[in-house]
Each structure stands twice: as structure tokens, then as C-alpha cells.
């Protein structure tokens, strides 16, 4: 007997998760985490629920977490959904809106999970080129497609496109617009407000970059109450788990810690963006706690790339033809940064 799979699933590459080394020692700046650790508070809220109260499954809705972020966002609590992690929401929005053959439209380059949730559906995806300066391309409307998501900023390129291109673009699109803001605190904007106001739109956040959470799994949706209704129907009834759930409240609740950190890390960014250039780097403005960059001199940075990790920096470099030559650095802390530099000068 042989098992078959559906054929778009059969013929579809997984996703592939950046590298988590199983060696210590390695300077990580590959997959976006924040350097810094989570508040305190969140330390105690764990420590706090570990025990007894495991028997029991978690609240299904995430109730103290969605009431917590409703309170931290301005919104109600019928307007507020929680994932495990933001690529939960992202897969439920997939599931609840992209049947066989129909198209999900988005900027590229972006996320390549979008294409994967996608291909899962039998769906396609709608890729429209970035511009070269990254504005947000003309013509996503035109695919009339019933999802359009725009990662803002984007990765990998870090870049960030004004809210107003935002606003526009929900006028224009025929279905949801899903503005992933997976980096937007370490950004000059916000679309929250559009979330509020525009009946076809979803904001996403994620605790995993800003609040340094990237090991606990939480993500936020924001949208009028009859997205977030159609969404909790296709979610998993425990999405969350216990120490997720306070580790998520926790953090909220201590707003503070958060903006200090990225306020650090911004900082960092600033001077890991002026000093590129002089280790044979041409850097894209970064609204987001990664930089791309690309090799001044031309060829691949794969050999780049080798010769970081050789050192224990450990980046991502990309292939392309769009991106060819590009490193993805991470904004570590300034010791890091300083680092990564310093091999880059002795690699050259
Ligand atoms: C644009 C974008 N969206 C979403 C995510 C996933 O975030 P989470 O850890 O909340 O699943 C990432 C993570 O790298 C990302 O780059």
C-alpha cells in the first residue's frame, strides 16, 4: 500500500527555518532574535504557572493574553486574536481564505512562508517585483487576489513602505490586505490605525523579535471583529499553551523593557549601516533589526558567508538573481556588531 499525498503537497518543497546551530559559541545573527532578554517579569509569570496548574489545558481563546494586548494596542477584545507565533495567524488566514487555485498576492522579495501556506492550499502566488528603491509596487491590486500581504518592514530587506501606500492599497485590493508587522517596533510607522478603521484589513505583530520572545511562540492579530470571527474558526482550539499565554501578558504589561531594547538596537543598526561600507558592504536603509547588504565589489556572498560562520558568525546569504550578493545581518548587541565587522574586514 502506498500513501498519497495531495499532489500539490507532494510536489512542494517545506519551508526551510533559518539555522539554529546545536553548538554553542556562535555569534547568531541569522534569524532576526532580539540580543536582549525578555522583562523580568515574564521570568516570574513562568515561573509562576509551572506545576499544578500544567494539568489543565489552557483557556482555548488566550483570553488574559488578548485582553492584555487589547488594552496595550487601543482596541476591544472581539478585535484582538493570538497565535502561536505570527506564522500560526499567517497559516490560519491561509487556510480560512486561499482554496485550490486561488491567488494570495504579495510584494517580492518577502517572507518565503507566504509561498509555502500557499502551495499547503493548492493555491498560487502572486508575486510582484519590488521596485528597486523597495516602494511598494503598482499593480498588487491588479491580481485580484483574495489575500494581499505586505510584510512592513519587509524582510529581507529590511526596508519599510509609508502607512499612506498602505491605506491606499486596502482601498484598492478586493479582499483582506494582511500587513504583517513582525518588525514594525523597531520602525517609524504603525498600520494599527488602518486595522481600526478599514473593514478588509489585519495587522499582525509578534512577540518573537521586539519583546524578545522568539522561543515562546506568540503572535497578535488585529482586525474588525468578522475577520477575527471567520479566523477563530480555523484556528487550533489550543493554539497557545500556558507559559505562553502569561509569558505574553507579562511582557505587554511591561512595555517599557521592549522600547528600551529596541531603542538600543536601533541605535546599533545606525552604526552597523555607516560602518558596512567600509568592510566592502553597500547597506539598504533598514526600518527593522536586521540590515541587507549588499557586497560592494560584486560576486556571490556565499564565500562571505563561509568565512563568517569558519569564525563562529553565523548571517544568511541569498542567491537570487534579485538578491544575489546579499548578506542578512542581524542587529546584534554593539559587541557583536563589532565582531561581525571585524571578520568582515579580515575576510576581505
Ligand atoms: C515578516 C515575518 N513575519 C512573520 C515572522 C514569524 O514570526 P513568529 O516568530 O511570530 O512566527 C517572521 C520571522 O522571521 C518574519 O520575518
Known amino acids: 500500500m502506498t500513501v498519497v499525498f495531495r499532489r500539490n503537497v507532494s510536489r512542494m518543497e517545506g519551508y526551510v527555518p533559518g539555522e539554529q546551530?546545536?553548538?554553542?559559541?556562535?555569534?547568531?545573527?541569522?534569524?532576526?532574535?532580539?540580543?536582549?532578554?525578555p522583562s523580568p517579569s515574564v521570568?516570574?509569570?513562568?515561573?509562576?504557572?509551572?506545576?499544578?496548574?500544567?494539568?489543565?489545558?489552557?483557556?482555548?481563546?488566550?483570553?488574559?493574553?488578548?485582553r492584555q494586548a487589547a488594552l496595550t494596542y487601543g482596541f476591544d477584545l472581539p478585535w484582538v486574536i493570538a497565535g502561536n507565533g505570527s506564522?500560526?495567524?499567517?497559516?490560519?488566514?491561509?487556510?480560512?481564505?486561499?482554496?485550490?487555485?486561488?491567488?494570495l498576492a504579495c510584494p517580492v522579495p518577502t517572507y518565503t512562508l507566504y509561498d509555502t501556506l500557499v502551495r499547503i492550499q493548492g493555491g498560487k502566488l502572486a508575486g510582484v517585483p519590488y521596485p528597486d528603491d523597495y516602494s511598494l509596487p503598482r499593480g498588487l491590486a491588479g491580481k485580484k487576489a483574495r489575500v494581499t500581504v505586505v510584510a512592513n518592514p519587509n524582510s529581507p530587506s529590511g526596508t519599510a513602505v509609508p502607512v499612506r501606500a498602505l491605506e491606499e492599497l486596502a482601498d484598492?485590493?478586493?479582499?483582506l490586505l494582511v500587513v504583517d508587522e513582525a518588525y514594525a517596533d523597531f520602525a517609524d510607522e504603525t498600520a494599527l490605525a488602518l486595522a481600526r478603521e478599514r473593514r478588509n484589513v489585519i495587522v499582525l505583530r509578534t512577540l518573537s523579535k521586539s519583546f524578545s520572545l522568539a522561543g515562546m511562540r506568540i503572535g497578535l492579530g488585529f482586525a474588525s471583529p468578522r475577520i477575527i470571527e471567520g479566523l477563530d474558526k480555523v484556528r487550533d482550539s489550543y493554539n497557545l499553551n500556558r507559559l505562553s499565554i502569561v509569558a505574553g501578558v507579562a511582557a505587554l504589561a511591561d512595555i517599557g523593557w521592549m522600547e528600551r531594547n529596541a531603542a538600543r538596537i536601533r541605535k546599533t543598526r545606525e552604526a552597523l549601516a555607516s560602518a558596512l561600507p567600509g568592510v566592502g558592504f553597500t547597506p539598504f536603509p533598514s526600518q527593522s533589526n536586521f540590515i541587507l547588504a549588499r557586497r560592494s565589489r560584486g560576486g556571490s556572498a556565499r564565500p562571505v558567508y563561509e568565512a563568517l560562520k569558519r569564525r563562529k558568525i553565523l548571517v544568511?546569504?541569498?542567491?537570487?538573481?534579485?538578491?544575489?550578493g546579499c548578506l542578512r545581518i542581524t542587529v546584534g548587541t554593539d559587541d557583536e556588531v563589532g565582531a561581525l565587522l571585524g571578520a568582515l574586514k579580515a575576510i576581505r
Open 21 to 37: 546551530p546545536r553548538e554553542s559559541g556562535f555569534i547568531k545573527l541569522n534569524t532576526n532574535e532580539n540580543p536582549y532578554p
Open 172 to 175: 484598492a485590493v478586493p479582499g
Open 316 to 324: 544568511r546569504y541569498f542567491d537570487t538573481p534579485r538578491l544575489a
Open 87 to 103: 506564522d500560526d495567524l499567517l497559516a490560519m488566514i491561509a487556510r480560512a481564505f486561499v482554496g485550490e487555485g486561488d491567488r
Open 43 to 66: 521570568r516570574t509569570a513562568i515561573l509562576r504557572e509551572l506545576g499544578e496548574p500544567l494539568r489543565l489545558y489552557p483557556d482555548p481563546g488566550s483570553t488574559a493574553l488578548r
